[in-house]
């Protein structure tokens, strides 16, 4: 069966620290993708990557980065924690990028103090 | 304008009511439809998917577009606790070369 892992499922943080969230994929897709979900605003998303090194901006990349050096692996940076960013962090991948289908992970909440 | 509406809800209704979920968007340019269907805890996942105009049937799931009114539907008969979730709407350009563009999702509570 496929799979998106990610590494935590619950986090909590004081602001101003650094955040690593890891995700695999064991599909072989070239697509990866980082969103965050809050309630009233939807699925936003962050960052996301079609080859190994590639990555473009999303709608929200503000206050974050990421990082892809193997296929499998996308990463997500937050570098200095703050409470805005408290909130679901899913990640998901895809064989092409826009016309097919979406495999997310179960998520890691977030919560900056 | 946002691209891609969609009413949060709650929706709330009594098993075996026939649902309709609805989106509403702006660009003519979305050829790729998809509904997903999100439980809580967990990460959406693919529920029905549809290219350009038309309808698609899956068991008790049917999937509507209507492109000229730049309208998706999804229903759902006979609806069941199960089906209690939060359901997004998703879609994407003809050249199908960039990510999906989602609605916010309408949360669904089916009461037995």
């Known amino acids: 069966d496929v799979k998106v892992t990610q590494s935590s499922r619950y986090l909590v943080k004081r602001t101003g620290e650094k955040v690593f969230l890891e995700c695999v994929q064991d599909?072989?897709?070239?697509?990866m993708f980082w969103y965050r979900q809050d309630p009233g605003l939807g699925l936003r998303l962050i960052y996301f990557?079609?080859?190994?090194?590639?990555?473009e901006k999303g709608d929200i990349p503000e206050g974050y980065s990421v990082s892809r050096e193997k296929k499998e692996r996308f990463s997500l940076i937050l570098e200095s924690t703050s409470t805005n960013q408290t909130s679901m962090y899913l990640c998901?991948?895809?064989?092409?990028?826009?016309?097919?289908?979406?495999?997310f992970g179960s998520g890691t909440q977030l919560s900056v103090l | 304008q946002k691209e891609v509406e969609q009413d949060p809800g709650p929706l709330s209704v009594p098993e075996g009511a026939i649902v309709s979920l609805n989106c509403t968007y702006s660009n003519s340019a979305f050829q790729y439809f998809m509904w997903y269907r999100q439980y809580s805890r967990k990460g959406p996942e693919l529920l029905m998917y549809t290219y350009s105009s038309g309808n698609k049937e899956d068991g008790r799931f049917t999937a509507q577009v209507d492109k000229s009114s730049k309208y998706i539907s999804l229903f759902i008969r006979d609806s069941q606790p199960s089906d209690s979730a939060t359901y997004l709407c998703?879609?994407?350009?003809?050249?199908?070369?960039?990510?999906?563009?989602f609605g916010k999702g309408t949360r669904l509570s089916v009461i037995a």
């Open positions: 599909m072989d897709h070239e697509n």
């Open positions: 998703a879609m994407s350009h003809d050249s199908g070369n960039t990510p999906l563009v």
């Open positions: 998901a991948s895809s064989f092409a990028l826009g016309s097919e289908k979406l495999f």
């Open positions: 990557s079609y080859d190994v090194k590639m990555k």
